[in-house]
């Protein structure tokens, strides 16, 4: 800011001049509160005691084989289990989706957890886990095994979320493309989903700014 001081003006314009340009480079120097953007369906944590495992699977038609990506987290957004998974053969698009479910319910068994809640972006899977009357027939015996599995829980539950909450089992389903057979993470998280577990955690915190 350039300050002139012309001959009509008097001592007071010259103050109040220094005065603003004084405030303007103290609000220039003030530290910024950053904010993550907002999102149309941040990740949600589930209850006290309760885990939220997400699931997805991808189709690799190039090669011939799929994927499935699991990630189990507690009440803080805290991993507690992850995986990424490939399978070698053609399964289409709902056949990946019900076996990563499959591997989602079988890896928070191994690890001990009680209290699930299943979450997937794919409709038809999560209406086939509530209501085994409406199974497509491509996946009704896995269903039927995941039926059997839930029955081992103390309590759990299914909901369908957008894709976007969905991203870090969305980026694990990717992932299973480069590995050889399966590489699961326990109460540690895969690098390649670090970026997007943070910014779940801060968006989920971040729920009562908005």
């Not at 990563?100 to 809640?117: H, M, N, P, S, T």
């Not at 057979?181 to 326990?186: E, G, L």
Request: hydrophobic share 40%.
């Amino acid at each position: 800011m350039v300050i002139h001081e012309g001959k009509c003006k008097g001592n007071g314009v010259l103050i109040r001049a220094v005065a603003e340009y004084v405030a303007e480079i103290k609000e220039e120097n003030q530290p910024q509160l950053w904010l993550p953007p907002k999102t149309k369906c941040p990740w949600a944590p589930p209850g006290q005691d309760w885990y939220k495992i997400n699931t997805d699977g991808a189709v690799f038609r190039e090669i011939g084989c799929c994927g499935s990506g699991v990630v189990i987290r507690n009440d803080e957004g805290q991993i507690m289990g992850a995986m990424s998974k490939r399978w070698d053969m053609p399964l289409g698009a709902l056949e990946i989706e019900a076996k990563a479910v499959e591997d989602g319910v079988q890896l928070a068994w191994d690890l001990g957890l009680k209290r699930i809640i299943i979450e997937s972006d794919s409709q038809t899977m999560v209406n086939a886990i509530r209501d085994q009357s409406v199974v497509p027939s491509s996946i009704q015996h896995v269903i039927e095994g995941i039926g059997v599995d839930l029955t081992c829980f103390e309590a759990w539950k299914v909901s369908h979320i957008c894709r976007e909450t969905n991203s870090a089992a969305h980026i694990l389903a990717r992932n299973a493309k480069s590995v050889i057979d399966r590489v699961i993470w326990v109460e540690d998280t895969p690098p390649i989903v670090s970026a997007q577990v943070q910014q779940d955690v801060i968006c989920m915190k971040s729920v009562s700014v908005y």
